[in-house]
């Protein structure tokens, strides 16, 4: 069992930045790929990044590739999601998951964080 705490949500003007924390529960945290979703209203939740259990392999939407960092810190349990030169476009909110294989399909997900909302005003 995984319980995951996202924090770092909230408003921030079109071009700013973000960066958004997940903490995990459990002495597994290494073994798991985690990631991040985003869920816009009225939208299905989609895939924006995750990073293998070492840390080494990373991925991107290509909607955020080069404007997000996704890093993680097996110490502390917890994944990051820095979010550079954000848009409108990127309001959402945005959600922690884990699963021991990565995945760009929500359904596949085993564990999910409450998520945390990102506003970004133009």
């Known amino acids: 069992q995984v319980q995951l705490v996202e924090s770092g949500g909230g408003l921030v003007q079109a071009g700013g930045s973000l960066r958004l924390s997940c903490a995990a529960s459990?002495?597994?945290?290494?073994?798991?790929?985690m990631h991040w979703f985003r869920q816009a209203p009225g939208k299905e939740r989609e895939f924006v990044s995750a990073?293998?259990?070492?840390?080494?392999?990373?991925y991107y939407a290509d909607s955020v590739k080069g404007r997000f960092t996704i890093s993680r810190d097996n110490a502390k349990n917890t994944v990051y999601l820095q979010m550079n030169t954000l848009k409108p476009e990127d309001t959402a909110t945005y959600y922690c998951a884990a699963d021991p294989l990565r995945t760009t399909q929500a359904r596949l997900i085993d564990y999910w964080g409450q998520g945390t909302r990102v506003t970004v005003s133009s």
């Open positions: 459990g002495r597994t945290f290494s073994l798991y790929t």
């Open positions: 990073i293998s259990g070492s840390g080494v392999n990373t």
